[in-house]
């Protein structure tokens, strides 16, 4: 059993910075696929990023384009997702994801078989 806890969200005003981690509780950190999904009111999950086993892969959503940037520590059994240049439509909750069975960078919510309990960024203009 996986269990993922984020921590890091909050409010912030357009243009900061903010930093999202998450943390497993598993015994082996490193077999597992690790990536970051939002979802907005009304509008459906989406595909943040992703990073692989390693650490030396990593994927992006179409709209980070370059302000994101997802690492993660396997000796700590952490990822994070550091989040630059905020904006109000980056305003959203934010969920871990990991799965082990994954071979590859899936950007589908539906691949990923373990989930946080989702934390709340909010980007003010």
């Known amino acids: 059993q996986v269990q993922l806890v984020e921590s890091g969200g909050g409010l912030v005003q357009a243009g900061d910075s903010l930093r999202l981690s998450c943390a497993a509780t598993?015994?082996?950190?490193?077999?597992?696929?690790m990536a970051w999904f939002r979802q907005a009111p009304g509008k459906m999950r989406e595909f943040v990023a992703a990073v692989s086993r390693s650490g030396r892969q990593t994927s992006y959503g179409n709209f980070v384009q370059g302000r994101f940037t997802v690492t993660r520590d396997n000796a700590k059994n952490t990822i994070d997702l550091q989040m630059h240049i905020l904006k109000p439509d980056d305003t959203a909750f934010y969920y871990c994801a990991a799965d082990e069975n994954l071979v590859y960078l899936a950007s589908a919510s539906r691949q990923y078989a373990y989930w946080g309990q989702g934390n709340q960024v909010t980007v003010t203009s």
């Open positions: 598993v015994g082996a950190f490193s077999s597992l696929t």
